[in-house]
């Protein structure tokens, strides 16, 4: 198991990123990753992406099953 780099990444936080101690502390992994450009493992999601999630999942109007 590998350590995170905690200082380094708050110093990046800090002085690259611009971010308060409380907003980085408050970011999760993921959202820290995409501030910091690291490349995600399925990539970009292209137009074609897209097409393909709408056509799986149409918005047909009638909300989410969270909204009924």
Same mark, same amino acid.
């Given at each position: 198991?590998?350590?995170?780099?905690?200082?380094?990444?708050?110093?990046?936080?800090?002085?690259? *990123?611009?971010?308060?101690?409380?907003?980085?502390?408050? *970011?999760?992994?993921?959202?820290?990753?995409?501030? *910091?450009?690291?490349?995600?493992?399925?990539?970009?999601?292209?137009?074609?992406?897209?097409?393909?999630?709408?056509?799986?999942?149409?918005?047909?109007?009638?909300?989410?099953?969270?909204?009924?």
């Amino acid at each position: 198991m590998s350590r995170l780099a905690w200082a380094d990444l708050l110093r990046i936080g800090l002085q690259r *990123l611009r971010l308060s101690p409380e907003d980085f502390w408050a *970011l999760t992994p993921a959202e820290l990753q995409l501030m *910091l450009g690291s490349p995600s493992r399925s990539g970009p999601l292209l137009s074609t992406g897209l097409v393909a999630l709408m056509a799986l999942y149409p918005d047909d109007g009638e909300g989410t099953d969270d909204e009924r």
